[in-house]
């Protein structure tokens, strides 16, 4: 990998260990999950540093965070996207305690699935989830406080915010680490980076810059010109596993997405859904599939495009599964602001 051009040493095994922390937010576990299948690799990496943050693992205080010196943490790896004030905070905490901050896994470099949540309202989703939802019986409509009094204590919860963002909206990040999750070879490449002072320029994702079609098994399948007369997702057709997924009307979002994931789920006869994000050269990873696969359609009158696009009847969890909080669309707000926009 390239150097950052800054003048740091590669960590001295006569010194201390560098400090690293690992910490999630809005998210499914499965980073977390990946860490651990680094399988015999995370022993070496357990060698080489000292863990002083992992919630999911270890028993740590906030307070013994709060008191460590500014940049005294060589690397925090947080993944998750930022839903409440307690994952604001800390991604704030961790920020000013790190050299480094890196954005890990899918929700945390793009908002992720979470952030399909910003296509309602936090008061929409609060009604339904607390008073409207099919199985929910609250005759009170009772919801949780933020803050309330028992017995002389006032426990505090977290509020959540209007919006899901990615870290960078919240932060400054250094570098991303692409996935949902991760792949344990990206992942050891990352800390090996780190460890030995070979990272990238700042800003980098640690992940090939090609799309995921320069390295998929089927590549050769596709034909060079695909008129779509229908969509089919994927359990409503018997996939051939040796023929590229567009050519069978399957919307695989390949074309759109970063490779560097060994195209393990078209390996396993499903479509990309897009977790490694765009490359560097698309701003929206969303409408570059759409455009794609739009210009394509083999029909040309109304009827006939609608028709095929009934296909893809969730468009906005087809193409932006994982980056609607950082593509061109961003949110939707139902509902009046409550005065705060977070």
Not at 46 to 59: R, S, Y
Not at 222 to 239: C, G, I, S, W, Y
Not at 282 to 296: C, E, F, H, M, P
């Amino acid at each position: 990998m390239p150097g950052t051009g800054l003048n740091l040493k590669p960590w001295n095994p006569l010194m201390s260990k560098p400090k690293v922390a690992f910490y999630w937010c809005a998210s499914c576990g499965g980073c977390e999950e990946t860490i651990v299948d680094l399988a015999e690799d995370i022993l070496g990496v357990v060698e080489k540093v000292d863990i002083v943050l992992w919630p999911v693992a270890m028993d740590f205080k906030y307070k013994d965070i709060q008191a460590m010196p500014d940049k005294s943490i060589v690397a925090t790896l947080l993944n998750g996207a930022i839903r409440t004030t307690e994952q604001e905070e800390m991604a704030h905490l961790l920020r000013r305690k790190s050299v480094y901050m890196i954005a890990y896994g899918a929700c945390a470099h793009l908002g992720g699935i979470p952030g399909l949540a910003n296509q309602f309202s936090r008061e929409h989703m609060l009604q339904f989830v607390y008073e409207q939802g099919p199985t929910m019986v609250n005759e009170r409509k009772t919801r949780p406080q933020v803050k309330f009094a028992d017995h002389g204590r006032e426990p505090v919860l977290p509020e959540l915010h209007n919006v899901v963002r990615s870290l960078d909206q919240v932060v400054d990040v250094d570098y991303y680490v692409p996935g949902c999750p991760p792949t344990p070879q990206i992942t050891k490449q990352a800390i090996t980076a780190l460890l030995e002072n070979r990272l990238p320029p700042k800003g980098s994702v640690i992940a090939p810059d090609i799309a995921l079609c320069d390295e998929c098994p089927r590549k050769a399948s596709k034909p060079p010109n695909v008129a779509f007369t229908e969509f089919f997702r994927p359990h409503q057709k018997l996939a051939d596993p040796n023929k590229c997924f567009l050519a069978q009307g399957i919307v695989c979002m390949g074309p759109a997405t970063r490779s560097g994931c060994g195209a393990a789920c078209i390996r396993g006869n499903m479509p990309c859904t897009g977790c490694f994000g765009p490359t560097s050269r698309v701003r929206d990873q969303g409408a570059k599939i759409l455009s794609s696969l739009a210009s394509n359609v083999a029909a040309k009158d109304e009827d006939g495009i609608r028709k095929t696009l009934a296909g893809i009847p969730d468009p906005v969890g087809t193409f932006y599964r994982y980056g609607l909080a950082k593509s061109i669309l961003r949110r939707k707000v139902n509902l009046p602001p409550t005065g705060n926009d977070h």
